[in-house]
């Protein structure tokens, strides 16, 4: 489903787009580069994965309603892959950052984090799930 083949550990391997207008960035993202959708249920709720010539670049979903009222902005988020997120979320917190969404399981995709670095900015952490469930 989603290829990591070209990533690996310490290299960002996927980017989502949390966004107040689901249809509006999906247009706009469609005419500025082409970008296809393709719905994808996951964890009882749904994302869009962006698609360029067959191959997917990233992913999209509405920010929730709590979100939204209270002024949350759209807003990109990249991540990096990891081989043991729970590892990298302890040094994460050791080293002056801090955990914002603890590591949970996204379908049968990838593990995920996102965290504070030292610094204040907001990234995400990517550990593939066990090679045959993507």
Known sequence: MISLDNAGPGRFCWVDLAT????K??????????????????NGGAFSLLQLAGQNVGSMY?????????????????????DDIQEVVRRVALLGGSVLIGP??????????????????TIGLWQPAAKGGR
């Open 104 to 121: 949970f399981l996204v379908s049968d995709i990838a593990q995920i984090a996102l965290v504070l670095d030292s610094a204040g900015a």
């Open 25 to 42: 960035a999906r247009s706009f993202y469609a005419q500025v580069f082409g970008w296809r959708t393709s719905e994808k249920r996951v």
């Open 62 to 82: 509405q920010l929730d309603r709590g979100k939204r009222e209270r002024g949350v902005p759209s807003h990109w988020t990249p991540y990096v892959q990891v």
């Open 20 to 23: 107040i207008d689901l249809e």
